[in-house]
């Protein structure tokens, strides 16, 4: 069982739709970050949300901390073909900073 | 703008045979770390390091060894590979403010035990 749960899994979409990805734990997180990853490269940070409720908005993607710190989500807006990657979330709890742990991430394919 | 830098990319090794992982980083980084990815499983931590001379387990350090004897280098070793272990590892540094820091990653070994 990992402390981080994604979903959904696989989402493959139309170029234009929108769509959400969910990052959901039992455990309070100090802090979350998205990452994205693209075949045959290692992850590349995306955003860290801190504060309980906090909102970032990056381009079409917006992030949301949940107001208890156990949960995030991803919306994207007009999903385009170039936002196809897996994207995962990870967290670091204040028992141990040094330990970050990843969700299964949401693999997302946007069709042209 | 080397970054993270893994070696080998690809390896191939019987069972019961050694390897190292190498990691290197440019960016003066003092936390050092190892995953391993595998399909649906997300990537989770093997082992991490604060700075030279500490290292500390994460989530399947088991079949793992690692040192840290400069702040550059933090080699993988694998002393008697199974095919459990049969996986893609990346190395991540993380830039110096604590839990928010940004995690940059090398671009993986992929590592195949028959």
């Known amino acids: 069982t990992q402390l981080l749960e994604q979903s959904p899994q696989f989402l493959s979409i139309q170029e234009g739709e929108n769509l959400t990805v969910y990052c959901n734990s039992s455990s309070v997180f100090s802090s979350l970050q998205w990452y994205r990853q693209e075949p045959g490269e290692g992850p590349v940070l995306l955003v860290t949300?801190?504060?309980?409720?906090e909102v970032k908005k990056l381009k079409r993607l917006t992030f949301q901390f949940g107001d208890a710190r156990k949960d995030s989500s991803l919306h994207i807006t007009a999903a385009q073909p170039g936002d196809t990657g897996l994207y995962l979330c990870a967290g670091a709890q204040r028992r141990n900073f040094n330990k970050f742990y990843f969700g299964s991430g949401t693999k997302l394919n946007v069709k042209p | 703008n080397a970054g993270v830098t893994q070696t080998p990319k690809f390896q191939v090794l019987k069972t019961g045979q050694s390897m190292t992982l190498q990691c290197a980083q440019d960016m003066n980084h003092e936390y050092m770390s190892w995953y391993r990815q595998d399909p649906g499983m997300g990537l989770r931590l093997i082992h991490y390091s604060v700075g030279a001379g500490i290292t500390d387990q994460g989530e399947v350090p088991n079949g793992y060894n690692v040192s840290r004897s400069t702040t550059e280098d933090f080699p993988l070793r694998l002393l008697s590979a199974a095919p459990s272990q049969t996986s893609v590892y990346f190395c991540?540094?993380?830039?110096?403010?604590?839990?928010?820091?940004?995690?940059?990653f090398g671009e993986g070994s992929r590592l195949t035990v028959l």
């Open positions: 949300v801190v504060t309980g409720g």
């Open positions: 991540a540094s993380r830039s110096p403010t604590g839990n928010t820091g940004e995690l940059f």
